[in-house]
T-cell receptor, first 111, second 115 residues
């Protein structure tokens, strides 16, 4: 079993829909990252969370440390949001800088 | 602020050939990472540098992969000889603080195809 599990693996939405991507992890962590990867391989860091909730534009990320679960929400989705969204955690007490990555959620937003 | 630079962006080689990738991190970032991302999977850490020293290379296949960061700035990752299963995107990332919760900045990646 992977230490970081994301769901769904693939998601197709219509423009304007509210989107939720989930991440569950099985280890103690000190931080959780949400990353966006566009075709071509470039990765952009969206959020870094250790507790609570963060909002940036149409993106909202939440984390529940007790339940070992995080969600990434996209409001009013747009075709340019189409990308792979990756959850990554930093294991508490583990090797510095060593992130554990989920397999990603491929999002496709149709106009 | 300039981002993490990588070159080449794409490389196609035949198996048993050698290949090298280059990474220039964000200026002032002491920590540099190389990741391998196979299609459909999340990135896997190959090696982590702090300045010019290796912090973690436990997942680097040392029989064929090597990496160096001689002056603590640019880094090169080499594969010699390449195998079919090395086809992947190789991502370089850098961060300014080695510690809990620092943000890693990723380069665009080098997409390698081994035929």
């Amino acid at each position: 079993k992977n230490e970081v599990e994301q769901s769904p693996q693939n998601l197709t939405a219509q423009e304007g829909e509210f989107i939720t991507i989930n991440c569950s992890y099985s280890v103690g962590i000190s931080a959780l990252h949400w990353l966006q990867q566009h075709p071509g391989g470039g990765i952009v860091s969206l959020f870094m969370l250790s507790s609570g909730k963060k909002k940036h534009g149409r993106l909202i990320a939440t984390i529940n440390i007790q339940e070992k679960h995080s969600s990434l929400h996209i409001t009013a989705s747009h075709p340019r949001d189409s990308a792979v969204y990756i959850c990554a955690v930093r294991r508490y007490g583990g090797s510095q800088g060593n992130l554990i990555f989920g397999k990603g959620t491929k999002l496709s937003v149709k106009p | 602020e300039a981002g993490v630079a990588q070159s080449p962006r794409y490389k196609i080689i035949e198996k048993r050939q050698s290949v090298a990738f280059w990474c220039n991190p964000i200026s002032g970032h002491a920590t540099l990472y190389w990741y391998q991302q196979i299609l459909g999977q999340g990135p896997k850490l190959l090696i982590q540098f702090q300045n010019n020293g290796v912090v973690d290379d436990s997942q680097l296949p040392k029989d064929r992969f090597s990496a160096e960061r001689l002056k603590g700035v640019d880094s090169t990752l080499k594969i010699q000889p390449a195998k079919l299963e090395d086809s992947a995107v190789y991502l370089c990332a850098s961060s300014s603080i080695q510690g809990f919760g620092e943000t890693q900045y990723f380069g665009p990646g080098t997409r390698l195809l081994v035929l």
